[in-house]
C-alpha cells in the first residue's frame, strides 16, 4: 500500500475520545469502527461482566460457609458455579486482554493506524454483547439458568430441563466473536506493519497476540460445532453423544476439551504479553531474551494444542491416551518456564519501580507460578486419580486463570488506561487496592489446594464437618478480596471522571510506539505513519525518543 | 513484504486451466465410484481418501489461486490441516488401543 | 474540502489482506467441519459393518450426480473471475448465475433425497430408525447433521454470490477490482471441497 494514504493532516490534534465521525453521540461509539473505540466498548462490557461473575463467586462462597445450607438449594448453587464459570470464561477471560488491549493497542504497538478489518471488529464486538445478553437472559427465562458446570457434559446437559440451549447459543456466538477477532488480528500483524517494523522488531505483546489469534482461529470452531450438537441433540433427539442410541459421552469430552484446552492458552498467553511489556519499563532494562520470549508463545499455542485429554484421565480412555497425553503435558510447562525465567534475568540488576502496574505484574510471576506448578503435579496420572474433581483443581486454574490472566488485565489497566483516556488515577489507593487484592486472593484460593488434597471434591454443595475450617477461611479470603476489586473498581473509574488530567504523552518511561504519541491518542493514531530504523524496543519517531515525563 | 503491491497484477489463468481441471476432477470422481464397487476392504477407504485430497488439491492449488498466492498462504493452510491431522491422530490414541 | 476531508476519502484497500482474511475465516468453516468429520471417523472404526449396511439404504447414482453438479459450479465459479479479469463483465455474470443455477440443483436433489428418506420413516427420533443397531442409528445422525450444514452452506454461498452478481452488474466489481468475488469464489470451492470428502465417506462404503 502507498505511503501517500497514511499521511493525514498535521494539524489535526483531536483526541480520538472528542472525535466527531459520521455519527454523533452515542451512535458514534456504538457505531464506531474506530478501535480505540472498539477497545474502550469491550472494556465496558468486560468490568460489567466481570462484576456479574464476582457476584455470583461471592455467592458460592457464602454458600460454602457452612456445611448443608447456608443461603440456597442445590439446585440453585449448581446454576451458580456454572453461570459462574460460563461468565468468567467466555465474557471475562477469554475476550479480556486481546479485546480490550489488543484492539486499543496492536494496531498503534506496530505503527499502523487501525486492524485489517475494522467492520469486522465491531462486528465481534456485537457479537459479544448480543452472546453476553444471552446468558444474562438465560438466567430469567422458564427452565432457570443451566445447572450443568461450564462444561456441559453429556449426558445431564441434554437430560436437564434447564436453558442449556441458550447458554449453548450464547456460547457459540461469543465463539464466532473470538474467531473474528482473531483473523483480524493475524491479518492486521501480516499486512500493516508500519515500514521497518519487521517481525523480530515487533512488541513482544504483538507476538503474544499473534499466537494467540492463531488459536482463537484454530480451536474455537471445534467447541463452536460441539455445542451446535449438543442443541441439535436436545431439539431433535440425534443422539450422537447418547449411549443409547449408540453414541459416546467421551467423544463428547474429547471434542469440548480439543477447544477448552487451548482456550486456557487463549487466556493466559496475552497476559504474559502484557508482563513482557512491563517488566522491563519498571525495571529500567531491556528485556532479557527477545526471541525465547517470541519462540515461546508460539511453542505455547503449539504445544498447547496437543494436550487436551489431560482433562479426561479418569473418563474412562485407554491407557495409551493416557500416557501420551501426561508426556505432552509435562512438554507445555517448558516455554511457560521460559518466560518466566527471562523475566526473572531481566528483573536482575535493574531498577525496580514498584508502581501499581509493576506490583500486578510481579504479583503475576508468583501467582501464576504456584498455578502453573500446580498444574504439572496433575499431569501425573497417579497424583491426578486422586487429585481430579477435588478443589486441588479449582485452586490450580483460578491461580493461573485468576492470579495469571486476572492480574494481567488489572496490571494492564494500571498501565494502560491513563494513556487511553488521559486521566491519571491515585497511586496510593491502587497500591492499597492491590494489597486487599492479593492478600484475598490467597485466603481465599490457597486453602482449596489443602482441602483438595485432603479429599474435597469441587462442585459440591455440601461437604463433611473436617472441611470446614478450610472452607471458612477461603470465605473470608473472598471478602477480602471484592474488598480490593471494590478499592480498585472505585479508583480506576473515579479517575476517569476527576482524575488529574495529563497530557504527557510518557509517564512511565515506555519504549513502545504508544508512549510516543498523544495522550489520548488522536483518531488515526499518528500524524504519519513512523518508519522504524532501529531495533527492537529502541523504536523512535521522529528519530527522537520522547522520554519519561513523571506525573506527581 | 510485499504490502506495497496490494492492488498490484493477480496472476491471470486462461479459461483452459480451469476447464483441464474440471475434466480431471470428473475423472477422479469416476475413479472414485469404480473403485467403491470393488470391495479391497480397508484399502478402498484409504483409496476414496486418496482421491479425495487429489481433488481438494487441484480445487485449492487452481481453483482457488493459492498456487500462486504468496508463500504466507500456503504455510497458512499447512498450519490448519497440520492442526486437524494432529488433533485427529491424538483423538485416535484413545480408539485404536486397549 | 480540508486535507482531512481529502484523506477520509481515500479508503485503505488491501486485496491481499482481505483474501487473507477469507483464507483463515474458510479454516474455521474446515474445523468445524473437521469436529464432524472426527466424530464420523470414531464412530465409523467401531462400528463398520453397521456403517456399511446403513450406508446401502443411500441412492449413490444422486450422490455422484450431485457431486458433479458442484465441481461444476466450481468451475463456473472460476470461470467468472477469470471473465472479469478480462473485461468481460456479461460472461462474468453468466457464469456467476450458472453457478446460482447449479446450486439450486444441488439442494434440489437434496430436498428430494432427505423426503425419501422421511417418507421411509428414516430421521432422527423416528421409530424406525430407533429401532434399527446403534451403528445405524449413528450413521444416519451423522448423515442429517453433516449434510444439513453442508446444505445450510450452499444456501449461505447462493446468497454470497447472488450479492457478487449484482455487484458485478452494477460495475463495483470490475476489471480492477474484483477481490470480494474473488472471496466468494473462495468460500464457494470450500463448500465443494467439504462435499467432495463428504461423498464418499457417505455414499461410497458399501
Known amino acids: ?552 | 513484504m510485499e504490502k506495497h503491491d496490494s492492488t498490484a497484477e493477480h496472476k491471470e489463468h486462461g479459461y483452459g486451466i480451469y476447464i483441464l481441471v474440471w475434466l480431471g476432477l470428473l475423472a477422479l470422481t469416476g475413479v472414485t465410484v469404480a473403485v467403491a464397487g470393488i470391495n479391497f476392504g480397508g484399502i478402498t477407504v484409504a483409496t476414496a481418501l486418496l482421491v479425495a485430497s487429489v481433488k481438494s488439491f487441484l480445487v485449492l492449488k487452481i481453483f482457488m489461486h493459492l498456487g500462486a498466492e504468496q508463500k504466507t498462504f500456503k504455510i497458512f493452510v499447512l498450519v490448519a490441516l497440520s492442526f486437524i491431522i494432529i488433533s485427529f491422530v491424538l483423538l485416535f490414541s484413545d480408539y485404536s488401543f486397549i | ?206
Not at chain 1, 434447564?162 to 492486521?188: D, M
Not at chain 1, 479517575?495 to 498523544?518: D, M, P
Open chain 1, 1 to 552: 500500500m502507498s505511503t501517500d494514504a497514511t499521511t493525514i493532516s498535521t494539524n489535526d490534534h483531536t483526541s480520538f475520545l472528542d472525535y466527531q465521525g459520521k455519527y454523533k453521540g452515542i451512535r458514534g461509539w456504538i457505531f464506531s469502527t474506530d478501535h480505540k473505540r472498539i477497545g474502550i466498548l469491550y472494556l465496558i462490557g468486560l468490568l460489567s461482566f466481570f462484576a456479574v461473575g464476582v457476584t455470583f463467586g461471592f455467592l458460592i462462597r457464602l454458600e460454602l460457609l457452612t456445611p448443608g445450607k447456608t443461603i440456597v438449594d442445590p439446585q440453585t448453587y449448581n446454576s451458580f458455579f456454572t453461570l459462574h464459570g460460563v461468565i468468567m470464561i467466555f465474557l471475562f477471560v477469554i475476550p479480556g486482554l486481546p479485546a480490550v488491549f489488543g484492539n486499543f493497542f496492536l494496531p498503534i504497538m506496530i505503527g499502523a493506524k487501525d486492524v485489517a478489518f475494522p467492520r469486522i471488529n465491531l462486528l465481534s464486538w456485537w457479537l459479544y454483547i448480543i452472546g453476553g445478553i444471552l446468558v444474562i437472559v438465560s438466567i430469567l427465562l422458564p427452565g432457570g439458568p443451566a445447572d450443568t458446570g461450564w462444561t456441559f457434559y453429556i449426558p445431564y446437559s441434554v437430560r436437564t430441563t434447564t436453558n442449556v440451549i441458550f447458554t449453548g447459543l450464547a456460547a457459540f456466538i461469543l465463539g464466532f466473536s473470538s474467531i473474528l477477532t482473531g483473523l483480524n488480528f493475524v491479518t492486521t500483524i501480516h499486512r500493516l506493519r508500519a515500514p521497518g517494523m519487521d517481525w523480530f522488531k515487533m512488541p513482544l505483546f504483538s507476538w503474544a497476540l499473534y499466537a494467540t489469534a492463531w488459536i482463537q482461529i484454530l480451536a474455537t470452531p471445534i467447541i463452536g460445532i460441539t455445542l451446535l450438537l449438543i442443541v441439535v441433540e436436545r431439539v431433535f433427539g440425534v443422539g450422537l453423544f447418547d449411549p443409547a442410541l449408540g453414541g459416546d459421552p467421551i467423544l463428547y469430552q474429547h471434542l469440548f476439551w480439543i477447544y477448552s484446552h487451548p482456550a486456557v492458552y487463549i487466556m493466559i498467553v496475552p497476559a504474559m504479553g502484557v508482563v513482557t511489556e512491563i517488566i522491563p519499563v519498571f525495571a529500567r532494562r531491556t528485556i532479557f531474551g527477545y526471541k525465547f520470549i517470541a519462540f515461546s508463545s508460539i511453542a505455547i499455542a503449539l504445544l498447547g494444542s496437543l494436550v487436551w485429554a489431560h482433562h479426561m484421565f479418569t473418563a474412562g480412555m485407554s491407557s495409551t491416551a493416557q500416557y501420551v497425553f501426561s508426556l505432552l503435558t509435562f512438554l507445555v510447562a517448558i516455554p511457560s518456564a521460559i518466560k518466566v525465567f527471562n523475566w526473572t534475568a531481566t528483573l536482575y540488576k535493574g531498577s525496580i519501580q514498584l508502581d501499581p502496574p509493576m506490583l500486578f505484574a510481579l504479583a503475576f510471576i508468583f501467582l501464576f507460578s504456584i498455578g502453573g506448578l500446580t498444574g504439572i503435579v496433575q499431569g501425573a496420572l497417579s497424583v491426578d486419580i486422586h487429585l481430579t474433581d477435588t478443589s486441588f483443581i479449582v485452586a490450580h486454574f483460578h491461580y493461573v486463570m485468576f492470579g495469571g490472566t486476572g492480574f494481567g488485565i488489572f496490571a494492564a489497566l494500571h498501565y494502560w488506561l491513563p494513556k487511553m483516556f488521559g486521566r491519571m488515577y491515585n497511586m496510593k489507593v491502587a497500591k492499597v487496592g492491590f494489597w486487599f487484592f492479593f492478600v484475598g486472593f490467597n485466603t481465599l484460593y490457597f486453602p482449596l489446594f489443602v482441602m483438595g488434597w485432603l479429599g474435597m471434591p469441587r462442585r459440591y454443595y455440601d461437604y463433611l464437618p473436617e472441611y470446614t475450617i478450610y472452607h471458612q477461611i477461603s470465605t473470608v479470603g473472598s471478602w477480602i478480596l471484592i474488598t480490593g476489586l471494590i478499592i480498585i473498581y472505585y479508583n480506576l473509574i473515579k479517575s476517569l471522571r476527576s482524575g488529574e488530567r495529563i497530557t504527557a504523552r510518557n509517564i512511565w518511561g515506555g519504549e513502545t510506539l504508544e508512549w510516543q504519541i498523544e495522550t489520548p491518542p488522536i483518531h488515526e493514531n499518528f500524524h504519519e505513519i513512523p518508519t522504524i530504523r532501529t531495533g527492537f524496543y529502541e523504536y523512535k519517531m521522529n528519530d527522537e525518543v520522547v522520554e519519561k515525563e513523571e506525573v506527581k
Open chain 3, 1 to 206: 474540502m480540508n486535507a482531512q476531508e481529502q484523506a477520509a476519502v481515500h479508503v485503505h484497500r488491501d486485496d491481499v489482506g482481505a483474501r487473507m482474511g477469507m483464507w483463515l475465516f474458510l479454516f474455521t468453516e474446515l474445523l468445524l467441519f473437521g469436529g464432524l468429520f472426527f466424530l464420523y471417523s470414531v464412530y465409523r472404526f467401531v462400528n463398520q459393518e453397521q456403517f456399511h449396511i446403513a450406508a446401502k439404504e443411500l441412492n449413490t447414482l444422486i450422490g455422484t450426480f450431485n457431486t458433479i453438479i458442484l465441481l461444476t459450479s466450481s468451475l463456473t465459479m472460476a470461470l467468472s473471475i477469470a471473465a472479469i479479469q478480462r473485461n468481460n463483465k456479461s460472461l462474468s455474470v453468466f457464469f456467476q448465475a450458472l453457478t446460482i443455477l447449479l446450486a439450486f440443483g444441488f439442494l434440489i436433489n437434496k430436498y428430494f433425497e432427505w423426503s425419501i428418506k422421511f417418507h421411509h420413516g428414516v430421521f432422527p427420533g423416528s421409530e424406525i430408525l430407533l429401532n434399527k443397531p446403534k451403528g445405524e442409528i449413528l450413521f444416519f445422525g451423522l448423515y442429517y447433521v453433516m449434510t444439513g450444514l453442508h446444505g445450510l452452506h450452499v444456501i449461505i454461498g447462493v446468497v454470497l454470490i447472488a450479492i457478487m452478481t449484482r455487484l458485478t452488474i452494477k460495475g463495483v466489481i470490475n476489471k480492477d477490482s474484483y477481490v470480494k468475488l474473488e472471496s466468494a469464489g473462495l468460500y464457494w470451492h470450500l463448500v465443494d471441497i467439504i462435499w467432495i470428502f463428504l461423498f464418499p465417506l457417505f455414499y461410497l462404503i458399501t
